[in-house]
């Protein structure tokens, strides 16, 4: 719906460098622009326009953080590739006539460069038409819309504020998201063993204090609606990654395992899990997806990480204090969406028994002595087992619905066994123990 303008903002350039969603223009209307995520404290819905009982508009809030606000993953790019129509424009009321600076930001592209944003100011009470004019050689496949109120270095401004009819130029609809045909398997170990970060097993009472997040997550979706209710934490690498942190820090120098499940799609060749400690100085220790160990696309992959791994290379277990997922080498051009789920420290070796594809399933594992790997759909043509450092230790050609790995003169750890049969090939975690 129209506003009455107080002003009209032409901004110059200034740039820095599945849900529901929605095309442009957004008006609040529908349900489909109601799904806003906030972040850094902010908060965001769609409510009644005070100024007009008949319309709808977004709510936004900030709280005083550097970068807080809110993003919209959209159905259809926005396409800012013509230099000669790229201009976005959107309805902003602000409660009173100090300066204030907030930023739009544009994220997700396939190609660089991959997010624009343009900062623009407002000092007039009402409603405002603000009228953002982006440069040239920008990309024609954004998909993620971010509004940042109060935003910029150092600015601990904070209010409530309200948009309407955001609008610029539509691209193609974008692909649906690849999504795992079900949830990962619920992590089983004692209470008294498990330090718990992310799971949906209420049985674990030992917690990471969540104080706040931070970066961009894509949506924490149900998985198993038909069940008991079973989430996971959704991320696209070609955005960027996500995080929480505490006020502790915490000690978790009692447990021996860092663990977590997740399922990536066909196009992620790896990503960051990373874990932050604060003991006088702030660190980060990452452990790679592709480097300590290779991906594996489209199957729930338990990830089982020695908590020696991290303290080798100086996190202080007795001050944990962050934990993300980021993308590879912190690069968003290494895209993909990735669902995450049953991130716990653990006393013991969680068991992976219950690993198990349309193609091929193994067990024991952990096991002391052999791996049994069935099929009853194909054959098995070839086995090659690699350690976690990539060497090639074990390889067979069973050709036969059977395989069995002799692990007896393996060190203890984690190995992967890319396993090939006639109708495809999947790569699997083993623990020898």
């Known amino acids: ?97 100090s300066n204030r600076t907030h930023l739009l930001k544009l994220e997700g592209a396939s190609s660089q460069p991959v997010a624009t944003e343009l900062y623009f100011s407002t000092s007039a009470a009402g409603w405002q038409t603000i009228t953002l004019d982006f440069g040239s050689g920008l990309a024609n496949d954004y998909s993620i819309l971010v509004l940042f109120a109060d935003s910029g270095p150092g600015n601990t401004s904070s209010g409530t504020y309200y948009i309407d009819n955001i609008d610029g130029p539509n691209g193609a609809v974008i692909p649906p998201d690849p999504i795992p045909s079900g949830p990962a398997n619920l992590p089983n170990a004692p209470n008294a063993e498990v330090y718990s970060i992310y799971n949906d097993n209420s049985g674990f009472t030992t917690t990471f204090p969540v104080a706040y997040d ?25 955005v960027a990654g996500w995080g929480q942190g505490e006020g502790g820090p915490d000690d978790v120098s009692s447990y021996n395992y860092v663990s977590f499940d997740y399922w990536a799609g066909p196009t992620v060749v790896g990503f960051d899990f990373v874990l932050i400690s604060n003991s006088g100085a702030i660190t980060e220790h990452k452990y790679q997806i592709s480097v300590q160990e290779p991906v594996v696309n489209e199957a729930w992959t338990r990830v089982q990480i020695p908590m020696s791994f991290f303290t080798n290379i100086g996190f202080a277990d007795t001050a944990l204090w962050q934990w993300k997922f980021s993308p590879l080498n912190d690069s968003v051009d290494n895209s993909g969406i990735v669902y995450v789920d049953n991130i716990i420290f653990t006393q013991n070796l969680l068991s992976t028994n219950e690993f198990s594809t349309e193609l091929f399933s193994v067990s024991p594992n952990p096991t002391n002595s052999i791996w049994n790997i069935d099929s009853n759909r194909q054959i098995i043509k070839a086995v090659w087992v690699y350690d976690i450092q990539g060497k090639q230790v074990i390889t067979m050609t069973p050709n036969s619905n059977e395989a069995i790995i002799d692990a007896s003169g393996l060190n203890n750890g984690i190995y992967m066994a890319k396993i090939e049969g006639e109708n495809g090939t999947r790569t699997v975690k083993l623990i020898k123990n």
């Open 214 to 238: 931070f970066g961009t997550l894509s949506g924490e979706p149900d998985l198993d609606p038909s069940a008991t209710e079973n989430k996971a934490l959704k991320f696209n690498f070609g």
């Open 1 to 97: 719906m129209k506003h009455i303008k107080h002003s009209i903002l032409s901004i110059a350039l200034l740039m820095c460098g599945n849900v529901f969603s929605q095309s442009l223009p957004l008006d609040f209307e529908v349900a489909e622009d109601d799904n806003w995520g906030a972040f850094n404290g902010a908060t965001a819905a769609v409510v009644t326009d005070p100024t007009n009982t008949s319309n709808q508009v977004l709510e936004l809030t900030s709280n005083g953080a550097d970068f807080d606000g809110a993003s919209l993953n959209m159905g259809t790019y926005i396409d800012l590739s013509n230099d000669s129509n790229n201009t976005m424009t959107l309805e902003f009321w602000a409660p009173d006539a």
